[in-house]
């Protein structure tokens, strides 16, 4: 004769911090029989328990002190390694996502071959490496060639070589002293554009000029 077992096992574990269920474990057991001997055939079928909270595992993050952080120009070579065209040093940086980092105490420069030197120091910042994008902030100085300038925030966009900040900042090129709400400085071409500039500008004669 034929004869069918039907049995639902349900496990539980108990933690510190409460229980958790496990699975429920649904098994439907054949046993085919005629009256002969032997190993019958056993087909089992697994459900999750219905309800169950899922934890999710979360990414760690790991701050490191004095940590160096470098954008890489993607620019084909001869097969040699690529030289950074910006380079940060930190008292401590975290790894947010990607690699995308936040950082505290920075100091940088960016050089490309051929394009402005530009130094940075700055309170804090977000460093994109995959995006090769810098958002500097809190005290930023800003040194190119004979400028230098004191900024709330800048952004040093290494793809374009541009600095470009949209807040109020102060510049000094050794004889004059300006104000604006804006600016860009372009590493490239070596210029630079404020938005609506003010304060003394003073102009040095040069020897055989007009």
């Known amino acids: 004769m034929s004869r069918w077992v039907l049995a639902r096992i349900s496990r539980r574990l108990a933690t510190k911090t409460g229980e958790i269920s496990g699975l429920a474990l649904l098994c439907s057991i054949a046993a085919l029989g005629c009256g002969g001997d032997g190993e019958q055939p056993l087909n089992i079928t697994t459900s999750e328990s219905e309800g ?23 620019s084909p070579t001869d097969g040699g390694l690529r030289k950074p065209v910006f380079t940060a040093t930190t008292e ?20 490309r071959e051929g394009d402005l030197p530009v130094t940075f120091t700055a309170a804090e910042g977000t460093i994109d ?3 090769k994008l810098a958002e500097l ?17 800048v952004t040093w966009d290494a793809k374009a ?7 109020a900042l102060t510049l000094a090129d050794g004889s004059s002293i300006l104000t604006a709400s804006g600016m860009e ?4 071409d070596r210029t630079y554009s404020l938005r609506d500039p003010g304060g ?6 040069r020897e055989g000029s007009i």
């Open 137 to 153: 902030r809190g005290k930023v100085e800003l040194r190119a060639g004979d400028i230098v300038m004191n900024l709330a925030d």
């Open 185 to 188: 400085l372009n590493t490239k």
């Open 52 to 74: 169950l909270p899922v934890a999710e595992a979360q990414p760690a993050q790991t701050t490191i002190v004095g940590m160096k952080l470098e954008i890489h120009d993607d």
């Open 92 to 111: 401590e940086a975290t790894r947010k996502a990607g690699n995308m980092y936040t950082a505290q105490g920075i100091e940088a420069r960016a050089e």
């Open 129 to 131: 490496l995959d995006n």
């Open 200 to 205: 003394d500008i003073r102009l040095k004669h």
């Open 161 to 167: 070589g541009t600095a470009r900040s949209e807040h």
